[in-house]
């Protein structure tokens, strides 16, 4: 932070200035040093007693003269230009109030959030809420005190800063999502009380909510969609926000809801994911497609083993750029099928179902293998 009271510099005033500014200029900046070696002392007022934009540019590039033209020139009685610190009242720089400024810009630390372990939420959801609450998700404002990146706008709207309070209520992207869950919630004061206590009173909240689940389990799965299809936002140009984002979230909640809390005459059972051979006589083909997040490559391979359990075909293959589901499709309709000389007529019917994840009679005979 930079105090500007007086505007009558000398060539340390204007080396201090520069170096303060130059650690938020983008890399790769020309900034001409010697002609700072040049330029004696004089006045960089003007005749209205702000700015001499011109004596500033023989200096100074513009960028940094347009910075240096936001700050006020001060007066002739107000002391001489020096460097702050702005995180402690002194203005002295400390380790202490460096740490507590970078770790503390967006944590809500007056409540205790331990409970929240106790919750029955996803534990992806889980985790994510407690990096949200202690400030730890790097929102485009936290990349900034970071020194990440210099933007810190909203990637979604463009007209804000990202904040933790702006991602999750402020964006009107997000503000949508919300409305779509409860209806109407945008008209009230829903989005508008203090974030601390949105935060507490909705994860204390286990009555009956949206979509007939608990509020707390609705509302966290809320803030945790917002920030992962921000980042598919942010991290793939072609990603589009479901038209119907509130029925995902309902869904998403259900099925775990289902899968995982026990209710009257129901109990969870634990079952081994493994392999199995098939019966004598038969093979069992398994397949697998693959997607490069970044880049979009899309991959897929397969193994073809008898009932000895012993490997009898196999491939892999490279199909360029694609979604994950054009991997997989890739994996069991080209490369499965050739496998057969004469495939059988219930084999497609077989991978279809398969494709769609549902529970079919995956058989067929080892005399129609190539």
């Known amino acids: 932070m930079i105090t500007a009271s007086s505007a009558n510099f000398s060539i340390a005033s204007i080396l201090t200035l520069l170096i303060s500014l130059l650690s938020n200029l983008p890399r790769g900046m020309f900034v001409p040093g010697e002609a700072l070696l040049m330029v004696p002392s004089f006045s960089l007022r003007d005749f209205y007693g702000g700015w001499n934009i011109s004596q500033l540019a023989l200096v100074l590039p513009w960028p940094i003269v347009y910075r240096v033209a936001s700050i006020h020139a001060g007066g002739d009685h107000s002391g001489l230009d020096r460097v702050i610190w702005g995180w402690n009242q002194c203005g002295n720089f400390s380790v202490k109030s460096a740490y507590g400024g970078i770790s503390s810009a967006e944590c809500l630390s007056t409540w205790t959030w331990k409970f929240i372990w106790s919750l029955k939420i996803p534990p992806r959801v889980l985790h994510f809420l407690w990096l949200l609450l202690?400030?730890?998700?790097?929102?485009?404002?936290?990349?900034?005190?970071?020194?990440?990146?210099?933007?810190?706008?909203?990637p979604r709207c463009n007209s804000g800063i990202e904040t933790m309070d702006h991602l999750l209520r402020g964006c009107k992207i997000s503000i949508a999502v919300w409305d779509g869950v409860c209806k109407g919630i945008t008209s009230s004061n829903y989005l508008k009380t203090d974030l601390e206590v949105w935060f507490a009173d909705n994860l204390h909240n286990d009555k009956s909510g949206p979509g007939?689940?608990?509020?707390?389990?609705?509302?966290?799965?809320?803030?945790?969609?917002?920030?992962k299809w921000r980042c598919n936002q942010v991290?793939?140009?072609?990603?589009?926000?479901?038209?119907?984002?509130?029925?995902?979230?309902?869904?998403?909640?259900?099925?775990?809801?289902?899968?995982?809390?026990?209710?009257?005459?129901?109990?969870?059972?634990?079952?081994?994911?493994?392999?199995?051979?098939?019966?004598?006589?038969?093979?069992?083909l398994n397949v697998d497609g693959s997607r490069d997040g970044g880049l979009g490559i899309i991959t897929a391979g397969g193994v073809l083993r008898n009932h000895l359990k012993e490997w009898v075909k196999g491939f892999v293959l490279n199909k360029g750029i694609g979604s994950a589901l054009e991997a997989e499709l890739w994996g069991l309709f080209d490369y499965g099928?050739?496998?057969?000389?004469?495939?059988?007529?219930?084999?497609?019917?077989?991978?279809?179902?398969?494709?769609?994840?549902?529970?079919?009679?995956?058989?067929?005979?080892?005399?129609?293998?190539?």
């Not at 007939?212 to 920030?227: A, D, E, G, I």
Request: proline content about 7%; hydrophobic content about 45%.
């Open 212 to 227: 007939k689940l608990p509020n707390y389990l609705v509302f966290s799965n809320v803030t945790w969609f917002l920030w």
């Open 337 to 370: 099928i050739s496998f057969f000389e004469d495939p059988p007529p219930e084999i497609a019917d077989v991978f279809v179902a398969d494709a769609r994840g549902l529970d079919f009679s995956r058989t067929c005979s080892v005399s129609s293998l190539a």
């Open 235 to 284: 991290f793939d140009a072609d990603f589009v926000i479901p038209q119907s984002p509130h029925s995902i979230i309902f869904r998403f909640g259900r099925d775990w809801l289902n899968a995982n809390v026990t209710g009257p005459g129901r109990e969870l059972s634990c079952i081994s994911v493994m392999w199995l051979p098939p019966c004598d006589g038969w093979v069992k």
């Open 134 to 154: 202690h400030g730890k998700i790097l929102t485009n404002l936290q990349r900034a005190v970071r020194r990440m990146d210099v933007d810190v706008s909203c």
